[in-house]
């Protein structure tokens, strides 16, 4: 499908959450703040704002970026790129941090790109909003709730609360709970000029106030990833309050985590996958079906049994859509030309049985174009769901499947040739009617994700959920290929 006509869909979809609730659709979401599920009601009808915090661009995303940025789907994100953490990977590797992250942020695009995230209206970068950061921090010291110690700026928290959990506890705070708003310029960072000396900004002044720039101090939605309530969104909270005491989030959403043998996957845990290394041998689109395919609340635990049924549905999904595709194709060309009958002959028996052909060429028609006419209508309906999940894929079903095939031979280790080679073998196998054989072969390939199908002479095949796996996470009927028992 033509990507753009795809964006307007998915588009479409959102502004149908930004409805008003007098329709009859009601959209319900789990705000954070309240700890419940509230109806989803814009402050402005017909208009969603909605602030969605970015990644800390210094490496290639995670499943765990990939799992924010899907279930955000239509996400208005940022990117961090002046942070600890990309300022120490920049001096590891002696590049200037801004280049480093702009490279990584790139990366960023492009697998958000192949995993068919829509693009935000904007992307904004903490290095092109200095001023809107230093203007806030401004804000925050007249109105009492910051203060400068050589150079640096800190938030005045109001309780001791929580302090050490995550931040290193700094004597010069007057409360050991209170953040940095601005850090003084130290040697071999990158820094800007400011009211209170050279440095850069603190890590959570970010969010407030370019939040506060594209939306202003009250939108609709701000979300991100579980980890972030404390102390990040919780900080925010404080200094966009602080800034502008009618500072307004409406509801607050968080997803899940991804995690690794039931542990949280993250780059300090050293248990990640990066998105790259899922996409070199699954396809895209699976791992945005299996990201979606779990609440988004959830927690979502990465296993390969997963992924490998994500991948055998989606291949089903794409294969039923062209099969569908090909149905109405041929039913289109076999309805006959609607031309009149030419009745010439004078003979009334003759007649009647033109008549009675003709009619029966009617009905037959007229059954078919009914079978067309339901068919267009599953087609419709599944492709709107595949719309809205993001999940249409921008070339044809027959290219989708193909690439799918060519990620199944990449998994096996193995070319189509082989295949072509070992369905030969088993052909010749047959023949000789050594049916034991020939199902040894079958399960041989079946093993790594590759299943023949014997459909009349011809032996055809398609991936298939690896056969040993099953065993650990049983798939869901729709994942499954059942294996068909040889029969002499
Ligand atoms: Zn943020």
Known sequence: MDPSKQETNQKKAFKTMAKKETEEFQFVVYNTMTQQKEVFKPKTPGKVRMYVCGVTAYDFSHLGHARAAVSFDVLYRNFTDVDDKIIRRANETGEDPISLSDRYCKEYNIDMSDLQCLSPTHEPRVSGHMEQIKDMITQIINKDFGYVVDGDVFFAKLENNRAGERVAVDSRKRNSSDFALWKA????????????????????????????????????????????????????????????????????????????????????????????????????????????????RSPLNYSVVQLEGASDAIFYIYQTLKDCQDALLQLQEEIPNDGKPAWTTPDVKECISKLRNEFQ????????????????????????????????????????????????????????????????????????????????????????????????????????????????????????????????
């Open 185 to 296: 310029a130290k040697l071999g960072e990158p820094s800007w000029d400011s009211p209170w000396g050279p440095g850069r900004p603190g890590w959570d002044i970010e969010c407030s106030a370019m939040s506060a720039h594209y939306l202003s101090f009250k939108f609709d939605i701000h979300g991100g990833g579980l980890d972030l309530i404390f102390p990040h969104h919780e900080n925010e909270i404080a200094q966009s309050c602080a800034a502008c005491k009618e500072s307004d989030v409406s509801y607050w959403l968080h997803n899940g985590h991804v995690t690794n043998n039931n542990e949280k996957m993250s780059k300090s845990l050293g248990n990640f996958f990066t998105i790259h290394q899922i996409t070199e041998r699954y396809h895209p689109l699976a791992l945005r079906y299996f990201l979606i395919n779990a609440h988004y």
């Open 361 to 488: 060429k009617k009905q037959q028609k007229q059954q078919r174009l009914l079978v067309i006419q339901s068919l267009k209508e599953i087609e419709k309906e599944v492709t709107k769901v595949l719309d809205v999940l993001g999940l249409q894929p921008p070339c044809s079903y027959n290219e989708v499947l193909l690439q799918l095939k060519e990620k199944a031979l990449t998994r096996a280790g193995l070319v189509e040739d082989d295949v072509i080679r070992l369905i030969n073998e088993r052909a010749e196998v047959r023949r000789n009617k050594d049916f034991l054989k020939s199902d040894q072969m079958r399960a041989h390939l079946q093993a790594k994700g590759i299943a023949l199908m014997d459909v009349g002479t011809k032996t055809i095949w398609r991936p298939c959920v690896p056969v040993q796996q099953e065993s650990e996470v049983v798939p869901s009927e729709s994942q499954k290929v059942p294996p068909k028992p040889e029969t002499a």
